[in-house]
């Protein structure tokens, strides 16, 4: 259940949001959504992949995080083992919504639900005089950059669809002990149709900037030794 509302001064003066990591809070999920303008700092850490909406026919990306439901494979107790934790992880509770009118601007929401709320301890968001701290500066950014990035996928989408780029993945992981993980229902770069893209294709992606995430999607799949190699840490680990 969520609990999503508006963030206000005048409500929400003495809220506090616990920012440790911890499977309880929330951090226990196989992959999270990114964006294309997030490419470039997910790819130093996580696969990039693509899932298809079928009900709408449209595609979203994806940061990898494990292998299978409720695994993140970089959630260490309470620590977060990477240098970048993704925005629609680091955000969490907060939400961009609308203001229910098409030209406002948008507005910070709050999911009050969240086990991230805290009573007692955790950051503030207000201080005492009702302003934003530093901690809701910084998120309400956050979240610009975020909505920003969404909004611009669906051209990304589009010229990757327009140019037959994006690929069905069925990937069989056999760890040490000879297990057996099997990732499907997601999507990734057909890097031979973009090898084989000519001079007119690949200015056209790059005069719409979507040329650069687009590599960043590719370069990231290098990540996945990397990913293979925490699980078997963490299946002998027990």
Not at 7 to 29: C, I, K, P, S, Y
Not at 191 to 210: M, N, P, Q, S
Request: with cysteine.
């Amino acid at each position: 259940m969520t609990n999503h509302v508006l963030l206000t001064a005048e409500d929400h003066r003495d809220l506090r949001v616990r920012r440790e990591r911890d499977a309880t809070l929330g951090d226990a999920v196989m992959f999270c959504v990114t964006t294309p303008d997030e490419f470039r700092q997910v790819q130093a850490h996580y696969p990039i992949l693509f899932r298809r909406n079928t009900e709408r026919d449209e595609f979203l990306a994806v940061a990898l995080l494990g292998f299978e439901d409720g695994e993140n494979l970089f959630l260490e107790g309470d620590r977060w083992d990477a240098a970048y934790i993704p925005l629609a992880i680091d955000i969490q509770p907060f939400l961009i919504g609308g203001s229910g009118s098409a030209d406002a601007p948008k507005q910070v929401h709050v999911d009050l639900a969240s086990p991230r709320i805290a009573d007692a301890e955790g950051v503030r968001v207000f201080d005492d005089t009702g302003r934003p701290t530093p901690y809701l500066e910084t998120i309400a950014e956050q979240l610009g950059v975020l909505d920003a990035g969404w909004q611009g996928s669906s051209d990304f989408f589009a010229a990757l669809r327009r140019h037959d780029l994006i690929e069905a993945l069925t990937l069989e992981v056999t760890l040490d002990n000879g297990s057996v993980n099997r990732l499907v229902g997601f999507h990734t770069v057909n890097e031979d149709r973009l090898r084989g893209l000519d001079g007119d294709a690949l200015a056209d992606l790059h005069r719409d900037g979507h040329l650069m995430p687009l590599f960043m999607a590719v370069a990231s799949i290098g990540n996945f030794t990397a990913l293979v190699a925490r699980k078997n840490r963490r299946v002998a680990d027990g």
